[in-house]
């Protein structure tokens, strides 16, 4: 009886394992997830003593990273209009899976020799505390959130192909910063990442110097971003903890071209000038 007992349960575990081991996990950012094996790899070569409080720099590296197009299982075929694997050359191990709608990451599956770890695009949990009470500010503020979510999204957007990225890292036990460059373009990527989760990412021109792109996410939500294209015509953008927006300056050809600002539940717009705006940011840095 007591065998009989104890392969009862064996079965469940195991079956409850195989549900909830296979289980999709919930997916914001994407860089952090391609980061993370070369940034394991990282720490499993370096041979020096990690500190808390002051990062170590690591050799800088190169990475080569190929993109080509695979077929998916007939499942995700009628999903998904695009799908991309990525993998790198320096770590055989494992390949990405991308499933794309509408030029956008939907999926994105980590495959090794033992496992598959599935992740599921989730906009709406970042979300879920903006206000509805007025549908202009809800739409607005979602309207954002997509296209900062897609800009972060720059790697799955290259050609297909291999592409030469150079790693130059600090690293304490729990903090990965660094720079990552590509071979012929004129950008690199600057990125802060607390146990593999985004505090910060920006895309930085080299020359001149500007950052087309930039959030800030380590208090658990979007607080800050900014997004322009090569003319300088963009936003830069201020959220509620709620990931709400409350400011929204809006840029043409690199110059202030009117602000936008919302109460914390969206039902108060206002129109301010830049030195307004200005002025109500330095209030709410010393408060």
């Given at each position: 009886?007591?065998?009989?007992?104890?392969?009862?349960?064996?079965?469940?575990?195991?079956?409850?394992?195989?549900?909830?081991?296979?289980?999709?996990?919930?997916?914001?950012?994407?860089?952090?997830?391609?980061?993370?094996?070369?940034?394991?790899?990282?720490?499993?070569?370096?041979?020096?003593?990690?500190?808390?409080?002051?990062?170590?720099?690591?050799?800088?590296?190169?990475?080569?990273?190929?993109?080509?197009?695979?077929?998916?299982?007939?499942?995700?075929?009628?999903?998904?209009?695009?799908?991309?694997?990525?993998?790198?050359?320096?770590?055989?191990?494992?390949?990405?899976?991308?499933?794309?709608?509408?030029?956008?990451?939907?999926?994105?599956?980590?495959?090794?020799?033992?496992?598959?770890?599935?992740?599921?695009?989730?906009?709406?949990?970042?979300?879920?505390?903006?206000?509805?009470?007025n549908k202009e500010y809800y739409d607005k503020t979602q309207e954002?959130?997509?296209?900062?979510?897609?800009?972060?999204?720059?790697?799955?957007?290259?050609?297909?192909?291999?592409?030469?990225?150079?790693?130059?890292?600090?690293?304490?036990?729990?903090?990965?910063?660094?720079?990552?460059?590509?071979?012929?373009?004129?950008?690199?990527?600057?990125?802060?990442?607390?146990?593999?989760?985004?505090?910060?990412?920006?895309?930085?021109?080299?020359?001149?110097?500007?950052?087309?792109?930039?959030?800030?996410?380590?208090?658990?939500?979007?607080?800050?971003?900014?997004?322009?294209?090569?003319?300088?015509?963009?936003?830069?953008?201020?959220?509620?903890?709620?990931?709400?927006?409350?400011?929204?300056?809006?840029?043409?050809?690199?110059?202030?071209?009117?602000?936008?600002?919302?109460?914390?539940?969206?039902?108060?717009?206002?129109?301010?000038?830049?030195?307004?705006?200005?002025?109500?940011?330095?209030?709410?840095?010393?408060?």
């Amino acid at each position: 009886m007591r065998v009989t007992k104890f392969l009862c349960v064996l079965v469940i575990f195991c079956i409850s394992y195989s549900i909830f081991g296979s289980e999709t996990k919930k997916m914001l950012f994407v860089s952090p997830i391609l980061y993370k094996p070369v940034i394991q790899m990282a720490f499993s070569k370096n041979k020096k003593s990690l500190k808390k409080q002051e990062p170590t720099a690591i050799t800088p590296f190169d990475i080569t990273m190929k993109i080509s197009e695979f077929q998916p299982d007939t499942e995700y075929q009628k999903d998904f209009d695009k799908f991309v694997q990525i993998t790198f050359k320096e770590i055989s191990n494992v390949k990405f899976l991308i499933f794309k709608k509408n030029n956008m990451v939907q999926r994105l599956h980590v495959v090794t020799s033992d496992k598959n770890i599935k992740y599921q695009l989730d906009t709406s949990s970042i979300l879920a505390k903006v206000s509805r009470k007025n549908k202009e500010y809800y739409d607005k503020t979602q309207e954002v959130i997509l296209s900062l979510l897609q800009r972060e999204q720059f790697l799955t957007q290259f050609p297909l192909g291999e592409h030469i990225l150079t790693f130059k890292l600090e690293l304490t036990p729990d903090v990965s910063t660094g720079r990552v460059y590509f071979s012929g373009l004129p950008y690199y990527h600057a990125f802060c990442f607390y146990k593999y989760r985004c505090s910060n990412s920006a895309l930085c021109t080299i020359k001149p110097w500007t950052i087309p792109f930039s959030l800030t996410s380590g208090l658990g939500y979007i607080s800050l971003a900014n997004l322009f294209d090569s003319k300088r015509n963009g936003y830069e953008c201020h959220f509620y903890p709620s990931q709400g927006l409350k400011y929204l300056l809006t840029m043409k050809n690199g110059k202030p071209d009117g602000v936008t600002a919302w109460n914390s539940d969206g039902t108060n717009k206002r129109k301010i000038s830049f030195r307004q705006w200005q002025k109500e940011i330095r209030n709410s840095i010393k408060n």
